[in-house]
């Protein structure tokens, strides 16, 4: 069976582990530190605070900026949960606006949810592909809204020269959960160009205390500390940071081995009926392929996208859907939120993500790609 997702991870994970381990210092501090400083040399970005997840980035964003009860946000409906839960968390209200063809939430739709209320606008860079900032930034402006991006897939994507991360938004995070491209297991960075705000987002990340227990270590009186502000448990452990080092210096080899294997992918499937390649985007992106989204058109392949990801799975593929749309899930069906979703409704009866990570050979592509082009003739 080819898995969907597999970390890969060598000797130089390990190692690293095992000296995090063996140094004796294992929660935040050190690696931690230096995660931060590489994350910041490799992305351009100004400030870059370890975090524990994308989800605790996205929540002390939204905590540290004000945003809360009575505030309006708008996402996209075709994202994991945890984008609009801490939109939720935080007390306001999230709003749903529409994808475009790429998936990703489009500007016209962000225009359209725009009211008196709309505090931020939260996109998601699906699969890798970034999102027009350049658009987003200008309605931001236009309504004096803050900008936070859900940048889990986007780790090493780039709209012309600038990385993910180093643009205009107020926050961006990122996750280095374990399928994710940069893979430790769990952790997130959360980058901003506002030294205050990243001041914010740190303290907010370990309890609102003022002084992390590493920087303090040396201090006269290494135990005394102020909470300062009502904060959250999301500091970065060590053992994962080193990990995370190891795996953001093969990042870009690994972006490319992704982008070769998601080129095959195209090339195979361009020209086969009922099947759409996933977007590459314009010119100037660099998409970081962390997933490849194939859209599988039931009508002309003739069988449901579920009775597809079965088939791939009878052939010995294992296959995936991103995302499940956000109004579909009770909790948020219940919520009623506003928003019209045609097309991502649309997109969810078609999207098929294949596996997709830099550890699947050459002779593994071809079975991925025999197997869909199987299915699809078959039921042609
Ligand atoms: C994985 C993911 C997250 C959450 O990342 P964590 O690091 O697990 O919190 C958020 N948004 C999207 C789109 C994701 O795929």
Known sequence: ???????????????????????????????AAALEEEFQSYSGCHHAVAVNSCTAGMHVALTALGIGPGDEVITSP??????????????????????????????????????????????????????????????????RLKVVEDAAHAAGAKIGSTHVGAGQSDAVAFSFYATKNVSAGEGGMVTTPDEELARKMRCLALHGISRDAWTRRDDRRPWFYEVVDGGFKYNLSDILAALGSVQLKKLDVANVRRRHIAKQYTKAFCEVPGLTPAPTGADEISHAWHLYILRVDPRIVGCTRDDFIFEMRERGVECSVHFIPIPLHPYYRDMQLRGTWTNALAAFEQIVSLPLYPGLCDSEVRHVVEAVKDIAAVRA
């Open 1 to 31: 069976m080819i898995r969907f997702a597999k970390p890969d991870y060598g000797e130089e994970e390990m190692a690293a582990v095992a000296e995090a381990v063996r140094s004796g210092w294992t929660t935040s501090g050190p690696r």
């Open 78 to 143: 075709l994202t994991f949960c945890a984008t609009v839960n801490t939109i939720s968390q935080v007390g306001a209200t999230p709003v749903l606006a529409d994808v475009g063809e790429d998936l990703n939430i489009s500007a016209a739709s962000i225009r359209d949810c725009v009211t008196a209320k709309t505090k931020a606008i939260l996109p998601v860079h699906m699969a890798g592909l970034p999102c027009d900032m350049p658009e987003i930034w200008a309605i931001a402006r236009e309504h």
